[in-house]
C-alpha cells in the first residue's frame, strides 16, 4: 500500500489511525531518511495507542518505553548499532514477544532478527512535489517497503 501525504498533520494522522490498530506483539519497521518523518509519524503512532507522553527519537538512547497508553510502546533506533548481535544486550527478545508494541527506526539494519509478522513502513521525500510530500510505503515484506 502505499499513501501520499502533503502535511506533517497527515503524516501524523496516519500513524494515529494504525496506532489504534494495534495489539500487543506487532512489530514495526520504520525507515526513510533524515527529516522523512519518522519521528512525526511515530508520535502518530503513540497517539492512537493513547500514549500521553512526549515522544522523541531515540538516537542516543537506541529505546525509548512508553508505559502510559492501552499498550506500551517500545521505540527502537537501531541506527547506530555495530549490528544484530547488538540487540542481545537490549534483550530485544522481550520487546519483540512481549505485551507491547515495538516500532524500529532502521530496522531494515537488523532484519534478520525481525519476526514474520513484522510490517514494514518506508516514508520517501519527493522536493519536485513539494517539502511537505511524503510517499509512505507500507508492506508486509521489507524488500517492497
Known amino acids: 500500500m502505499i499513501i501520499e501525504s502533503f502535511s506533517p498533520e497527515t503524516t501524523y494522522g496516519l500513524g494515529k ?3 489504534r490498530q494495534l495489539k500487543p506483539g506487532d512489530i514495526i519497521c520504520l ?3 533524515l527529516g522523512a518523518g519518522k ?3 511515530t508520535q502518530g503512532i503513540a497517539g492512537g495507542l493513547e500514549i500521553d507522553e512526549p515522544v522523541c527519537s531515540p538516537t542516543f538512547t537506541i529505546i525509548q518505553e512508553y ?3 492501552r499498550l506500551p510502546l517500545y521505540h527502537f533506533d537501531v541506527y547506530r548499532i555495530s549490528g544484530p548481535w547488538d540487540m542481545d544486550e537490549l534483550g530485544y527478545e522481550e520487546y519483540f514477544y512481549g505485551e507491547g508494541v515495538c516500532l524500529i527506526e ?4 537488523i532484519k534478520e532478527l525481525l519476526p514474520e509478522n513484522t510490517v514494514y513502513i518506508t516514508i520517501e521525500k519527493d522536493s519536485n512535489k ?3 510530500y511524503r510517499r509512505i510505503i507500507c508492506s508486509r515484506d521489507y524488500e517492497t517497503a
Do not use: C, N, P, Q
Open 106 to 109: 532502521w530496522g531494515k539494519l
Open 39 to 41: 519521528t512525526v509519524f
Open 17 to 19: 489511525a494504525i496506532g
Open 130 to 132: 513539494g517539502f511537505d
Open 67 to 69: 508505559e502510559s497508553g
Open 31 to 33: 525507515d526513510g531518511d
